[in-house]
């Protein structure tokens, strides 16, 4: 299996929502969270909402699953060992939960008004999920290097990251943004739905994760 330091699984679990981890800074990071959102909302910015929400919704089904691997084959791709004020599955603490809701919105601030245009030949929705992938997932490289992240195995790593998870992430975020609002409803909602029932079953129910 070639893991790279296992007993990490085992720090993790054995904080999975301890709250005798909690600190005070988990309350102004959701007061920050929130006053963005209503600050779009204030303005009617609703594309810009669906695109964080968007982006919000996947990363809970990608850390759902993650749990899930953990559960089924002993190790998770990645854990959070130490450093959180909260740990809320084996691989996300409350602090990356809520960077992760800000970040869909945020970063389609910077896309271009027109959604057809192309930079260097390649729609620029797809490119900037591209530019942003990379960025997150050089940012992850310096994580990993911490006590307080860790990717388990060997062959899981800054690229894999890339492809297969930062990218649909942008992805989400940005294609949702142009959305019409009747999709924009349905697929947040049915993401929604799912982590939802995924959580109440697997961690509620089973205590899988």
Known sequence: MNLNQPELTQKALDILRNPETFQWYFIPLLAFVVYIYFNEISKKNWNAVA???????????????????????????????????????????WELSMMFAAAGLIFVKI????????????????????????????????????????????????????????IPFFLAANLAYDWKPKTQVTWIGSLFALNVILLIVCAGVLRWI
Do not use: C
């Open 51 to 93: 695109a964080g929400l968007s982006l919000y919704m996947v990363h809970w089904l990608y850390e759902i699953a993650n749990a899930l691997i953990q559960h089924f084959s002993g190790h998770a791709l990645w854990t959070v060992p130490e450093g959180t004020s909260y740990l809320l599955l084996v691989g996300v603490g």
């Open 111 to 166: 896309l271009p008004d027109d959604a057809k245009m192309k930079i260097l030949g390649v729609n620029n929705r797809v490119l900037f999920a591209i530019a942003n992938a990379a960025f997150f997932s050089i940012f992850e490289i310096f994580l990993a290097t911490t006590p307080a992240f860790h990717w388990v195995y060997p062959w899981w790593g800054a690229f894999p990251v890339f492809i297969t998870v930062y």
